[in-house]
């Protein structure tokens, strides 16, 4: 293009053709209502913070490391802490920043352009989002209607739709069902795909774990977190496990250095004192089974059986719920855009004071 003084500009094209194509299909990740609030119940989060004298003790050991200096290019000390925890090998799991971070490794390490990834649904969103993101294919199995696992179907469409890896999360955020420990293996077992079980909220379940799986089976993959039942959601700490050869070629996309000095030292201490956390889940589990009966008891609410720390109800006008719940200082989640949960929402267990102060206001409304 020339203009009338003679000089020439050149016409720059729409960035968005520049950009990765998948963008169009994926949405910005966000809280509706935000994150502060008087009562905070819409994230899964331990209404346990950890006391001061133990703040004061990791601080302390973070004081005398060198602030100038890189970490490790992997946690070793926080994966070996863990290790000696669950009584496995170090060379079976890493650590990240955070479990979605984990999940975003795990996922660049088995997916791309054209390869199948089956997904039960509902589920985690982060588990679609990613697999969009690498162009994936998705296939995706409804849950039954009780928002339970349908085994079946998930073997039978993992085999007649040859999907290369099928992502597990049990107990289900945000359905809160669980698949017992022989359904894992089962699902593990009879399926030619990698499998990843994520166990978020596995200390709140009545299910056994499936680490004991991961020496038998060579397609296995665990996630774990320390966000919910380990209380340290602003720690940023999860891990994967499997055994010592998928593990060391799926941590090959693992960003280095990602974890900081802080959070392996704040993890040593809060598996020093697991006493802490038996006895928060306790207390969250006891609480969840009296907000169950309680909210059994509503007119017009049906409450959803959990394995987890957190309850599902279906109302009649979740929006409208939810809204006159935020402006009375009460902040929970509207999972109603999830597929088979219209009109449903859902909160994690608080201290007694705040459940009692949401089981009045549902009365009200």
């Known amino acids: 293009m020339t203009l009338k003084t003679g000089k020439s500009i050149t016409m720059k094209r729409d960035f968005r053709a520049a950009l990765n194509p998948a963008l169009e299909r994926i949405g910005v990740y966000k809280v509706e209502g935000g994150q502060e609030a008087e009562v905070k119940l819409n994230q899964n989060e331990s209404p346990f913070d950890l006391p001061m004298w133990l703040k004061e003790k990791i601080l302390d050991a973070f004081r005398q490391e060198h602030w100038n200096r890189y970490p490790d290019i ?3 000390r926080g994966m070996a802490a863990y290790a000696s925890f669950l009584g496995i090998s170090p060379d079976s799991l890493i650590m990240s920043n955070g479990s979605n971070e984990m999940l975003y490794t795990i996922f660049m390490a088995c997916l791309g352009t054209g390869r199948r990834v089956l997904i039960p649904q509902p589920s985690f969103s982060l588990y679609e989002k990613i697999a969009l993101l690498l162009q994936a294919d998705l296939v995706e199995v409804p849950m039954h209607q009780d928002l339970g696992f349908d085994v079946d179907a998930i073997i039978d469409t993992a085999l007649s739709e040859k999907v290369d890896f099928i992502v597990l999360s049990t107990p289900n955020n945000p359905t809160g069902k669980s698949l017992s420990h022989e359904e894992v293996e089962r699902i593990v077992a ?3 795909a990698i ?16 680490l004991d799986l991961i020496d038998r089976y060579p397609n296995l993959i665990i996630l774990r977190t320390m966000s919910k039942a380990l209380a340290l959601a ?3 700490i999860g891990f994967a496990i499997s055994n010592p050869e998928l593990m060391a070629e799926i941590t090959k996309p693992k960003i280095p250095f990602a974890s900081g000095r802080l959070a392996e030292i704040t993890l040593a201490g809060v598996l020093d004192n697991y006493s802490l956390v038996t006895d928060a889940v306790s207390y969250i589990l006891a609480e969840r089974e009296r ?3 309680e909210l059994s008891c509503f007119d017009n609410v049906d409450v959803f059986e959990s394995d987890t720390n957190f309850l599902v109800i279906r109302v009649g006008d979740a929006g409208q719920v939810f809204t ?6 009460v902040l929970v989640r509207n999972v109603s855009g999830y597929p088979l949960m219209e009109n449903c929402l859902r909160f994690n ?4 004071a705040e459940n009692d102060r949401l089981l009045a206001l549902l009365k009200t409304l």
């Open 234 to 236: 602003g720690m940023r």
């Open 74 to 76: 992997l946690p070793y």
């Open 195 to 210: 499998v990843l079980v994520d166990e978020a909220y596995i200390e709140f379940s009545k299910q056994r774990t499936a």
């Open 324 to 329: 006159r719940l935020r402006e009375s200082g």
């Open 291 to 293: 907000l169950y009966a």
């Open 190 to 192: 009879e399926s030619d």
């Open 349 to 352: 267990v608080g201290l007694r």
